[in-house]
């Protein structure tokens, strides 16, 4: 989390951060941290690795 907080500070805080996996991969600790802050937290469908192609290159 303390990462992805100084991103924050440098960049500026993302209306939502795309997950390669579905919430049963997700932690609580990331869940929270997102809610806390109002990032929507969007999954990819399952099977759809060209939604995230970046990742999968």
Do not use: F, H, V
């Not at 991969?25 to 997102?34: F, R």
């Amino acid at each position: 989390m303390r990462c992805l907080n100084q991103i924050i500070e440098w960049r500026g805080q993302p209306q939502a951060i795309r997950i390669d996996n579905g919430p049963e991969y997700i932690s609580g600790t990331l869940m929270t941290w997102a809610e806390k802050r109002n990032i929507r937290l969007e999954y990819i469908r399952p099977g759809k690795p060209q939604q995230n192609a970046y990742i999968e290159r």
